[in-house]
Protein backbone atom coordinates (compact mmCIF):
# COMPACT_ATOMS: atom_id res chain seq x y z
CA UNK A 1 0.00 0.00 0.00
CA UNK A 2 1.87 2.82 -0.74
CA UNK A 3 0.66 6.01 0.84
CA UNK A 4 1.46 9.70 -0.13
CA UNK A 5 0.83 12.42 2.16
CA UNK A 6 0.57 16.23 1.07
CA UNK A 7 1.32 19.94 3.01
CA UNK A 8 1.49 23.04 2.61
CA UNK A 9 -1.66 24.28 1.37
CA UNK A 10 -3.40 27.23 2.34
CA UNK A 11 -4.70 31.08 1.80
CA UNK A 12 -2.49 33.19 -0.32
CA UNK A 13 -3.29 36.59 -2.06
CA UNK A 14 -3.30 36.54 -5.86
CA UNK A 15 0.48 36.79 -7.00
CA UNK A 16 1.69 35.18 -4.17
CA UNK A 17 3.59 31.90 -4.06
CA UNK A 18 3.15 28.61 -2.02
CA UNK A 19 5.09 25.32 -1.84
CA UNK A 20 2.93 21.86 -1.62
CA UNK A 21 4.70 19.05 -0.77
CA UNK A 22 4.58 15.16 -0.69
CA UNK A 23 5.82 12.64 1.28
CA UNK A 24 5.58 8.72 -0.43
CA UNK A 25 7.01 6.36 2.90
CA UNK A 26 8.49 3.57 1.27
CA UNK A 27 7.57 4.43 -2.29
CA UNK A 28 10.55 4.47 -4.55
CA UNK A 29 9.07 7.78 -5.62
CA UNK A 30 12.11 8.97 -7.38
CA UNK A 31 12.30 5.55 -10.23
CA UNK A 32 8.25 5.97 -10.79
CA UNK A 33 5.70 9.07 -12.45
CA UNK A 34 4.63 11.57 -9.54
CA UNK A 35 2.44 14.33 -10.44
CA UNK A 36 0.41 16.62 -8.91
CA UNK A 37 -3.74 17.06 -9.74
CA UNK A 38 -6.09 19.91 -8.55
CA UNK A 39 -9.96 19.58 -8.56
CA UNK A 40 -12.17 22.99 -7.49
CA UNK A 41 -15.71 23.11 -6.58
CA UNK A 42 -18.26 22.36 -9.86
CA UNK A 43 -14.83 21.85 -12.15
CA UNK A 44 -13.36 18.25 -13.41
CA UNK A 45 -10.38 16.89 -11.74
CA UNK A 46 -7.62 18.31 -13.76
CA UNK A 47 -3.48 16.64 -13.65
CA UNK A 48 -1.71 19.56 -13.83
CA UNK A 49 2.14 18.55 -13.15
CA UNK A 50 4.48 15.57 -13.26
CA UNK A 51 7.56 14.22 -13.18
CA UNK A 52 8.97 10.35 -14.47
CA UNK A 53 11.62 8.35 -13.12
CA UNK A 54 14.09 9.93 -15.95
CA UNK A 55 12.77 13.15 -13.93
CA UNK A 56 10.85 14.81 -17.70
CA UNK A 57 8.39 17.09 -16.53
CA UNK A 58 5.00 18.09 -18.06
CA UNK A 59 2.47 20.42 -16.83
CA UNK A 60 -0.91 22.08 -17.72
CA UNK A 61 -1.13 24.77 -20.38
CA UNK A 62 -3.17 26.28 -16.89
CA UNK A 63 -0.20 26.41 -14.98
CA UNK A 64 2.81 26.31 -17.33
CA UNK A 65 5.27 28.86 -16.45
CA UNK A 66 4.46 29.61 -12.93
CA UNK A 67 4.24 25.93 -11.62
CA UNK A 68 7.34 23.87 -11.01
CA UNK A 69 7.27 20.01 -10.10
CA UNK A 70 10.46 18.66 -8.80
CA UNK A 71 11.63 15.66 -6.78
CA UNK A 72 13.57 16.86 -3.68
CA UNK A 73 15.93 13.61 -3.06
CA UNK A 74 17.39 14.81 0.22
CA UNK A 75 14.15 14.92 2.26
CA UNK A 76 12.33 12.37 -0.32
CA UNK A 77 9.51 14.27 -1.47
CA UNK A 78 7.60 15.58 -4.09
CA UNK A 79 7.39 18.94 -4.15
CA UNK A 80 5.13 21.88 -6.07
CA UNK A 81 6.30 25.31 -6.58
CA UNK A 82 3.01 27.67 -7.26
CA UNK A 83 4.19 31.11 -8.26
CA UNK A 84 2.08 34.22 -10.03
CA UNK A 85 -0.68 32.75 -8.42
CA UNK A 86 -4.34 33.58 -9.60
CA UNK A 87 -7.93 33.29 -8.03
CA UNK A 88 -8.37 29.93 -10.46
CA UNK A 89 -6.46 27.82 -8.76
CA UNK A 90 -8.24 28.01 -5.86
CA UNK A 91 -8.72 24.05 -5.46
CA UNK A 92 -7.71 20.65 -3.53
CA UNK A 93 -4.57 20.17 -4.41
CA UNK A 94 -3.61 16.06 -4.30
CA UNK A 95 -0.51 14.41 -4.79
CA UNK A 96 -0.67 11.01 -6.84
CA UNK A 97 1.77 7.92 -7.78
CA UNK A 98 2.06 5.76 -10.69
CA UNK A 99 3.53 2.27 -11.33
CA UNK A 100 4.80 3.72 -14.57
CA UNK A 101 8.11 5.04 -14.99
CA UNK A 102 6.79 7.58 -17.69
CA UNK A 103 4.02 10.44 -17.22
CA UNK A 104 1.00 11.44 -18.76
CA UNK A 105 -1.48 14.29 -17.57
CA UNK A 106 -4.32 11.74 -17.49
CA UNK A 107 -5.89 10.77 -14.04
CA UNK A 108 -6.23 7.14 -14.70
CA UNK A 109 -2.30 6.66 -15.33
CA UNK A 110 -2.11 7.20 -11.50
CA UNK A 111 -2.67 4.20 -8.65
CA UNK A 112 -2.35 6.17 -5.99
CA UNK A 113 -3.70 9.26 -4.24
CA UNK A 114 -2.86 11.23 -1.37
CA UNK A 115 -5.99 13.29 0.86
CA UNK A 116 -5.32 16.30 -0.75
CA UNK A 117 -4.26 19.80 0.51
CA UNK A 118 -6.45 23.03 0.24
CA UNK A 119 -5.04 26.34 -1.69
CA UNK A 120 -7.33 29.23 -1.49
CA UNK A 121 -6.43 32.26 -3.32
CA UNK A 122 -7.90 35.82 -3.07
Known amino acids: HVQLVESGGGSVQAGGSLRLSCAAPGYTYDTYCMGWFRQAPGKEREVIAA???????KYAASVKGRFTVYKDNAKNTLVLQMNSLKSEDTAMYVC?????????????????WGQGTQVTVS
Open 96 to 112: AASDSVTCILDPGWYEY
Open 51 to 57: ISGGERT
